[in-house]
């Protein structure tokens, strides 16, 4: 049986990454191979350190200008990237050779609430300072700008007047943490 290798990027709390190295654990065909970060201080290290996944801390100069993440993703038989929290632009070198191969999750029903700057609390301040009746996530193929490749898969959540931007934070992570990895698991079957 082929395993498929997942690598992960992320750079905060980790929860996403979490669900993820929990929805995998028990599975001969997949494996969570790597987990990347761009922090010394993610705490996405420590959920890596209790399953045993193996980590990599990468600094700008790496990730940007040579193709030093190419080899161990290539080391590692990386057939997909997922981020998970991970903020920096995906740089072109690494999407021409992961094409469609790339995940990323997003705090918001894009394309409202996306591009640069537009991530974690900031979304959802903005989300409730606009009224907005409902918010959500959205999972999509990454590509050259934040947040605009093809989407995949979106969940909605209603936002009641008042809800706090915790709050609708809160529930946009519950469905974050209810869908991504079963999408995951969708994109690596084909489906
Ligand atoms: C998640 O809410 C994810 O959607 C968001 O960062 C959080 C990471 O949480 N990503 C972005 O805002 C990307 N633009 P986690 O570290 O607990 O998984």
Not at 47 to 69: C, K
Not at 89 to 117: D, E, Q, R
Not at 158 to 168: C, K, M, Q, R, Y
């Amino acid at each position: 049986m082929k395993v498929q290798n997942i690598a992960i990027f992320a750079s905060g709390s980790g929860s996403n990454a979490r669900k993820i190295l929990e929805y995998f654990e028990d599975r001969d065909d997949v494996d969570v191979a790597i987990i990347i970060t761009n922090r010394k201080s993610a705490g996405v290290l420590n959920h890596a350190r209790e399953f045993g996944v193996s980590t990599l801390r990468i600094d700008r100069p790496y990730f940007y200008n040579n193709d030093y993440i190419l080899n161990v993703l290539k080391a590692e038989k990386i057939d997909l990237i997922v981020l998970a929290g991970f903020l920096w632009l995906i740089p072109p070198y690494l999407i021409s050779k992961f094409p469609n191969k790339i995940l990323n999750i997003h705090p918001a029903l894009l394309p409202k609430y996306g591009g640069k700057g537009m991530y974690g609390h900031h979304v959802h301040e903005a989300v409730k300072a606009n009224n907005e009746p409902v918010s959500g996530m959205t999972i999509h193929f990454v590509n050259e700008n934040f947040d605009e490749g093809g989407h995949i898969f979106q969940a909605k959540c209603a936002i009641l007047p008042t809800d706090s931007a915790n709050e609708i934070a809160a529930n946009v992570l519950k469905l974050e943490h209810t869908h991504y990895a079963e999408v995951i698991d969708k994109v690596l079957k084909g489906l």
